[in-house]
């Protein structure tokens, strides 16, 4: 096979602004983790099989969070709703303290917060990780699924937290 190379480095501020026109989903990854609870936003949520029911995520190798996340194997995946986007911003910031008030959460089974509000909860067993460039891609296999409110998702688009509107 033959290997295709660029011309030339992609200038990384234009490679930003391009990604920032693909709007995600926001979820909010959770897990109970050395006695406490841990948690970050993700824009990088997605399906990956049916069966087995596996999901994923990518984390930034930088992440303060990650070493919490690592040192666990379950985590939960709150899918967040339109109007949860100071929660989104609360758990994408560094030093923040994530879960105190206003953050309304209670525990699964195995510990893992399930942030109330969320439109639905995934509880998840780590299936496997793998280093890719300058992220971590993990890979959860899903135990539970809960649906709460089948409402509208939050969406990160242009570096903005934005709601879903359908057409028709």
Same mark, same amino acid.
């Given at each position: 096979m033959t290997e295709? #190379? %660029?011309?030339r480095a992609v200038d990384p501020a234009a490679f930003r602004e391009a990604l920032a026109l693909h709007p995600a989903g926001v979820v909010i990854i959770t897990a109970h983790s050395g006695g406490a %609870?841990? *948690?970050l936003t993700a824009t990088s949520f997605s399906s @990956?099989? #049916?069966d087995p029911p596996l999901v994923s995520f990518y984390v930034d190798r930088s992440s303060t969070t990650w070493p919490a996340l690592r040192a666990t194997d379950r985590f939960a995946v709150? #899918?967040?709703t339109g109007d949860q986007a100071d929660l989104a911003a609360r758990f994408a910031r560094r030093g923040a303290d994530r879960f105190a008030p206003p953050t309304s959460w209670h525990p699964?089974? $195995?510990g893992a917060p399930l942030l109330d509000g969320a439109g639905a909860h995934l509880s998840c067993v780590r299936h496997s990780t793998v280093d890719i460039g300058d992220h971590i891609l @993990? @890979? !959860?296999l899903v135990t539970g699924a809960d649906l709460i409110d089948g409402g509208h998702p939050l969406l990160y688009h242009r570096g903005s937290f !934005? $709601?879903? $509107? %359908?057409? *028709?």
């Open positions: 295709i #190379l %660029p011309r %609870p841990a *948690g @990956v099989s #049916l709150n #899918l967040l699964d089974e $195995h @993990v @890979v !959860g !934005g $709601h879903f $509107h %359908p057409h *028709g």
